[in-house]
C-alpha cells in the first residue's frame, strides 16, 4: 500500500490520504529531529471525544520504530491535515503504564491492530495528539 499512497498523495497534493476511504486517516507534518524540516507522513488515526487523536507507531510491523515517532518526540508541537483541514495539535507519548487501557480502546475500533507490536518485537509508540 505504501506506494499507491505516495502515488496519490502526488496527485491530491497531499490532502487527502488513500487509506481515508477505509479508516480515518491523515497527514502528520512533524519537524524533523535531526534537520529541522517539516515530515509529513500518512497515519490511519483512532478518534478519542473532543477532536483528540491516537496515533500507533507500527510501521508495519517494521522491528524498527518510525521516524515520526522520533521527530515528534523531540517537537510535539505539530499539526495534522484530516479531511482537507490542517488543525495544529500538541503530542504526548502514551506512558507504558497506560499502554494496555490505550490498546483496548484502540482494538474496539480495529480488532487485533495489537498483533503488529507483536509480530516487530518491540513495544509501539502510541502518541495523543490534542488539538491547539
Not at 483528540?52 to 510501521?59: A, C, H, K, R, Y
Not at 495489537?114 to 509501539?124: A, D, I, K, M, N
Request: hydrophobic residues 35%.
Amino acid at each position: 500500500m505504501p506506494p499507491v499512497e505516495r502515488a496519490w498523495a502526488r496527485l491530491s497534493g497531499g490532502r487527502y490520504p488513500l487509506s481515508g476511504v477505509l479508516v480515518p486517516s491523515l497527514i502528520l507534518h512533524t519537524t524533523g529531529a535531526k534537520s529541522g524540516l517539516e515530515r509529513d507522513s500518512p497515519l490511519m488515526y483512532c478518534p478519542e471525544p473532543g477532536g483528540v487523536m491516537l496515533v500507533t507507531g507500527s510501521n508495519f510491523a517494521r522491528y524498527t520504530h518510525p521516524a515520526w515517532t522520533v521527530n515528534l518526540a523531540a517537537h510535539p508541537d505539530a499539526a495534522v491535515t484530516v479531511k482537507g483541514k490542517r488543525i495544529a495539535v500538541s503530542a504526548a507519548r502514551i506512558a507504558d503504564d497506560k499502554l494496555d487501557e490505550t490498546w483496548e480502546y484502540i482494538e474496539r475500533q480495529w480488532p487485533g491492530y495489537r498483533g503488529y507490536e507483536r509480530s516487530s518485537g518491540r513495544t509501539l509508540r502510541i502518541f495523543r495528539l490534542t488539538p491547539r
